[in-house]
């Protein structure tokens, strides 16, 4: 398993922009398939984005955040991005982190590893 450590959250107007990192320890990151999802208070954490590990390409994201949320992985410095351009008050919640092998990269259950989670709030 990876030990995934979040940073970059933080408070932003709407329409604003910040980018989370995610810097893992397992010396087989390329390996990995690496999601962001997130959980606001009262809800169920949800997909918001992936990058696998089988294509060098393919980028996955929720239809919430498709067009504004961008995903990217620096296999050298085992660290993964999300760039949120566009922010919503409805983005507001604690993102987190996810490491694992499984291509069902939109289900929680497909990842072993989680991060601590990282705060972001959009202001209207």
């Known amino acids: 398993q990876a030990q995934l450590v979040e940073s970059g959250g933080g408070l932003v107007q709407a329409g604003g922009s910040l980018r989370l990192s995610c810097a893992a320890s397992?010396?087989?990151?390329?390996?990995?398939?690496m999601g962001w999802f997130r959980q606001a208070p009262g809800k169920e954490r949800e997909f918001v984005s992936a990058?696998?590990?089988?294509?060098?390409?393919?980028?996955y994201y929720a239809d919430s955040v498709k067009g504004r949320f961008t995903i990217s992985r620096d296999n050298a410095k085992n660290t993964v991005y999300l760039q949120m351009n566009s922010l919503k008050p409805e983005d507001t919640a604690v993102y987190y982190c996810?490491?694992?092998?499984?291509?069902?990269?939109?289900?929680?259950?497909?990842?072993?590893?989680w991060g601590q989670g990282t705060q972001v709030t959009v202001s209207s």
């Open positions: 996810a490491a694992g092998p499984r291509r069902d990269y939109w289900l929680a259950t497909s990842y072993d590893s």
């Open positions: 397992a010396r087989t990151f390329s390996s990995y398939t």
């Open positions: 990058i696998p590990w089988w294509s060098g390409s393919a980028t």
